[in-house]
């Protein structure tokens, strides 16, 4: 029987596996890429730890001083130390196209959700016809990338990304439609996208560990228990409920980056001369983007004690892509207040800085 199927690609450690395959000797240690943790006192977080490393407590987004200290404690208990590599973009985007092109060969449609995670529609197929386009697929990744990917087959895309990260790495699981809510009771409420850390704490203090806990409440419960939209989405997620489709081209609605420093700092022209060189930066992705304007830009400060703000304007006339010195001058008079008592009012000092460009027109 045909019906609505969707896989959810999703690469192990992807990161850490292409390093490994481009240095034969990292295969087997424990290796995390990221910034560069300068014995313990370097600024940023982990992009991706392989799985020798997690075993440590090493993970993505861990500060990379954590991870240094993981590290040591490791090499102070007779394990190996990790080793450290700052991300190799251009080799992940080359390894991310090809494994594009592989599944654009057994899908219709595939939709590119990050550079490692990846939705492709087999709508029309049966369920152990999609299974088997998933092990080709699998296959293929396999033979001509040398790395491995999970993939996750259900009736949705909520279903297949969770599926896919239940038997990582290099694993396949189908979810039969008719078992939807069967898979799901089970698992941690943490497997839902969008319950995060303080979701799930709100969530605990009503006894609520597992998504069978969650459907002991009404919709209206979880409204009033968290935000009015959170309390309907998680309730529609506990019970398999998504309509979303695999669309092949995603909206780019921003196009920006953050910058960390080395050290907190609050030395004027250090600030200044960092932020336009990143100012910069983010023009030329808009540069060799496919829009040819933009009209909003917003700046995000983190100072030292992790408050985080951001400022935003909308531009009367569009930014074109020959206007690099009008933006800079734009987004400089945004970070201006926070260098004096206007927005710093106690000026502390300053731990991030970061530009995003926003509502673009392509004509």
Not at 4 to 11: F, P
Not at 190 to 201: E, H, L, S
Request: net charge positive; charged share 30%; hydrophobic share 35%.
């Amino acid at each position: 029987m045909t019906k609505n199927y969707i896989g959810h690609l999703d690469m192990d450690a992807f990161f850490a596996s292409l390093e490994e395959r481009a240095t034969p000797r990292f295969k087997n240690k424990p290796l995390a890429v990221g910034s560069d943790p300068k014995n313990g006192k370097g600024r940023g977080v982990i992009s991706t730890a392989n799985y020798k490393a997690r075993e440590y407590g090493i993970h993505s987004a861990l500060p990379i001083s954590q991870a240094w200290e993981l590290s040591q404690l490791a090499k102070k208990q007779g394990k190996e130390e990790v080793i450290f590599l700052i991300p190799n973009m251009p080799m992940y985007e080359k390894s991310s196209k090809n494994i594009l092109n592989i599944i654009k060969k057994h899908s219709h449609i595939v939709e590119q959700g990050s550079i490692d995670e990846f939705y492709f529609d087999l709508t029309g197929k049966t369920i152990k016809e999609a299974e088997n386009v998933c092990k080709k697929i699998k296959k293929e990744i396999k033979e001509t990338e040398k790395i491995t990917c999970s993939i996750g087959l259900a009736s949705n895309k909520l279903i297949a990304k969770i599926a896919a990260g239940i038997n990582k790495p290099d694993g396949l699981l189908v979810v039969n439609p008719k078992n939807n809510e069967k898979f799901l009771e089970p698992l941690s409420i943490r497997k839902i996208p969008g319950i995060g850390p303080k979701t799930a704490n709100i969530l605990n203090q009503k006894n609520i560990y597992t998504i069978k806990d969650i459907k002991k409440f009404s919709e209206e419960e979880l409204k009033t228990m968290l935000h009015e939209k959170t309390g309907k989405d998680i309730y529609d997620k506990a019970r398999g409920i998504n309509d979303s489709l695999v669309t092949e081209d995603r909206e780019v609605k921003s196009i920006g980056g953050q910058a960390t420093f080395e050290e907190n700092i609050f030395n004027i022209l250090s600030i200044s001369e960092k932020f336009l060189t990143h100012c910069e930066e983010i023009f030329n992705k808009f540069k060799i983007s496919e829009f040819s304007s933009f009209k909003n830009i917003t700046i995000t400060i983190r100072l030292s004690d992790f408050t985080t703000i951001s400022s935003t304007k909308t531009l009367k006339n569009k930014f074109e892509k020959t206007d690099i010195k009008k933006m800079k001058l734009e987004a400089f008079k945004l970070l201006l207040p926070f260098l004096d008592k206007r927005k710093n009012p106690k000026l502390k000092s300053i731990r991030l800085i970061g530009v995003r460009l926003e509502k673009f027109s392509k004509k």
